[in-house]
């Protein structure tokens, strides 16, 4: 799985029912990008698509039972991840890495893939 297909998965994991045109703005990634992540992820059945009745341009995803417990697996893993990582820290040293991290990707610093 690359990246973005878990940064994709992980938004609507966490937001519930989204737009490809939302989840790239809110993570701040390319809409080409989005839009193979996606592809990816319903080939994968993680995700359905359903088109929009008042305007069929528009697509909302949701995650599939499938895709929730793919969401659930990757989410423990990152909380593990996470967990490792700070391990070495202060408490006050692991809040002010995550306050810099939080900065430096509303800065656009950390995010869209290469």
Not at 13 to 30: C, F, S, V
Not at 54 to 82: F, N, P, S
Not at 88 to 103: N, T
């Amino acid at each position: 799985m690359l990246r973005t297909d878990w940064r994709v998965l992980f938004h609507l994991g966490i937001y519930g029912e989204l737009t490809a045109g939302e989840i790239g703005a809110r993570a701040r990634i390319h809409k080409t990008k989005v839009s193979r992540a996606v592809a990816r992820l319903e080939a994968w059945r993680f995700l359905t698509r359903a088109t929009d009745a008042a305007d069929r341009r528009r697509e909302t995803l949701r995650l599939t039972a499938q895709g929730e417990a793919a969401y659930r697996d990757l989410r423990a893993v990152a909380r593990d991840y996470d967990a490792r990582l700070v391990a070495e820290f202060a408490p006050e040293e692991a809040a002010l890495l995550r306050r810099m991290l939080r900065r430096l990707a509303r800065s656009g610093g950390v995010g869209d893939d290469a």
